[in-house]
């Protein structure tokens, strides 16, 4: 696998880790361990998605790299060939 | 509001088309237990619900649910890109191209069109919940055919992700049942 995709697959990872806690969260907001590993998943999600996104492009519209042209409508989209896997060629 | 994000919320990268597997896929994505009426069930509902758990939960497990339409949007279109006109008249998917070509179009997979008549929003929260509950059953059950007709694991791995979702939104929603029903045993509730 190249760079972007394992990069991007880790993000998927921490990501997916992050939004399963938020559920749990949501029926059970006292629980502290489930607190603290949300805290942990997202300071490594964050670091992924900086790393990422000042690599290969943005993940959202609110990510702006220091360019003259708007990279958000870089192919490819998650739903091109391999683009649930890499997005963003550069 | 949402902000949209670049990316599956799990990877898909199908590598080899089978135009009957997007047809029997295509059900969740407009089909009666699929992923749009999922989604805008929870996010009807949500509007109703009485404590702030139960607000959160309909709008997140709503907002999921678009994720999984995206999904499964994503695996009909690489299932059914490029495959030409007669070899889908050779594996009877040609009445779905007659109609709509290889777009994705929300219907099941005998072609009837998405309609809201597949979900239900009360201002009820325990007819709501319930109601949810069920769905997701539903939903899990359609997945588990689905994975038995599939032989690519490219197509089998993001089915099984998405089975597991509706294992995990049962627990949360039984969860929000209880705390809906703690909340109206506790105190005078009309």
């Known amino acids: 696998m190249d760079e972007q995709t394992t990069l991007l697959e880790q993000i998927m990872a921490y990501d997916f880790a992050l939004y399963d806690l938020q559920l749990f969260l949501d029926t059970h907001p006292s629980d502290a361990n489930a607190l603290r590993d949300y805290k942990i998943a997202l300071d490594q999600a964050e670091n992924l998605r900086r790393q990422y996104q000042s690599k290969f492009g943005p993940l959202t519209p609110r990510y702006l790299p220091n360019t003259t042209c708007w990279q958000w409508i870089n192919d490819p989209w998650p739903w091109d060939p391999k683009g649930g896997m890499s997005n963003v060629a550069l | ?190």
């Open chain 2, 1 to 190: 509001m949402w902000l949209y994000e670049k990316k599956t919320q799990y990877p898909i990268n199908i590598k080899k088309p089978d135009p009957r597997m997007a047809m029997n896929i295509l059900t969740q994505y407009g089909g009666p237990n699929g992923e749009l009426a999922a989604s805008l069930r929870y996010l009807s509902q949500r509007f109703s619900m009485p404590t702030k758990e139960t607000k959160a939960i309909l709008n997140d497990i709503g907002t999921e649910e678009l994720a999984h339409l995206e999904m499964i949007g994503t695996m009909v279109h690489q299932l059914m890109d490029k495959v030409p006109p007669k070899e889908l008249e050779r594996l009877h998917v040609d009445t779905l191209y007659a109609v709509h070509g290889r777009a994705v179009y929300p219907s099941d997979s005998n072609g009837v069109p998405f309609t809201a008549a597949y979900i239900e929003s009360m201002e009820d929260p325990i007819a709501n919940l319930n109601e949810n509950l069920a769905a997701e059953q539903k939903a899990r059950a359609t997945y588990e055919y689905l994975i038995r007709m599939a032989d690519d694991p490219d197509v089998i791995d993001p089915l099984r992700f998405l089975r597991e979702r509706e294992v995990v939104h049962y627990q949360r929603f039984g969860e929000a049942l209880r705390i809906v029903q703690e909340v109206m045993g506790s105190k005078k509730f009309y």
